[in-house]
């Protein structure tokens, strides 16, 4: 069976600093993968989706960047956060034919202060 | 811009009766609708996937989809205060890009 880590599970970070959340599924090959930001009282904003190695397609712009290193690793990075940073990020993936559903990881909760 | 709805309650409904969760959405090319459910806390988890017109049912769930009326719902039977979440409604036009999601219904199940 399928199985979608993330980690670190919190994370409380000053203004200013770099950021690296990563992302990992097991159980299954060249998945569709997708990064989501869910702010307090926001609902669900797509940030980054790739559909292969190499491959990242930016939804909202913004100081956050995305890579896909590896066919089942997904990270999450920013050079300088902001405030506006803050919330509940979550990763996902699905199976590649497109439209298909979505399975969530536990999700990174960072605090920026 | 693709849209979707949810009345972000909180909808309280008695242990045992019916709840019904209502979505609408903007964009008359979607193809796929998701129901997920989430703790407060916690990632969303899937409850419900629907992709032609009518009803869906999966045990105490039954999704329902009008096209025509871009109009999406989840009826849970028999609540239990397990039930108690976020109700999160997604959907997607069948590519490869994300889901959008509703800001989600809160649901309270009282005992």
């Known amino acids: 069976s399928q199985t979608i880590h993330q980690w670190p599970a919190t994370l409380v970070q000053p203004v200013g600093s770099p950021l690296s959340l990563e992302c990992t599924v097991e159980?299954?090959?060249?998945?569709?993968l997708y990064w989501y930001r869910q702010a307090a009282g926001r609902g669900l904003q797509l940030l980054f989706y790739?559909?292969?190695?190499?491959?990242i397609s930016s939804e909202v712009p913004q100081n956050l960047s995305a890579s896909r290193p590896q066919d089942r690793q997904f990270i999450l990075s920013s050079k300088k956060l902001l405030l506006s940073d803050s919330g509940f990020y979550l990763c996902a993936w699905s199976v590649t034919r497109g439209g298909e559903t979505q399975y969530f990881g536990p999700g990174t909760r960072l605090l920026v202060l | 811009q693709k849209e979707v709805e949810q009345n972000s309650g909180p909808l309280s409904v008695p242990e045992g009766a019916i709840a019904s969760l209502n979505c609408t959405y903007s964009d008359r090319g979607s193809q796929s609708f998701f129901w997920y459910r989430q703790y407060s806390g916690k990632s969303p988890e899937l409850i419900m996937s629907i992709y032609s017109n009518g009803d869906k049912e999966d045990g105490r769930f039954t999704a329902q989809l009008n096209k025509a009326s871009q109009y999406v719902s989840l009826l849970i039977r028999d609540s239990q205060p397990s039930d108690s979440a976020t109700y999160l409604c997604?959907?997607?036009?069948?590519?490869?890009?994300?889901?959008?999601f509703g800001k989600g219904t809160h649901l309270i199940i009282q005992p």
């Open positions: 790739s559909i292969g190695i190499g491959q």
């Open positions: 159980g299954t090959s060249n998945p569709n």
């Open positions: 997604a959907v997607s036009g069948g590519g490869a890009d994300g889901l959008t």
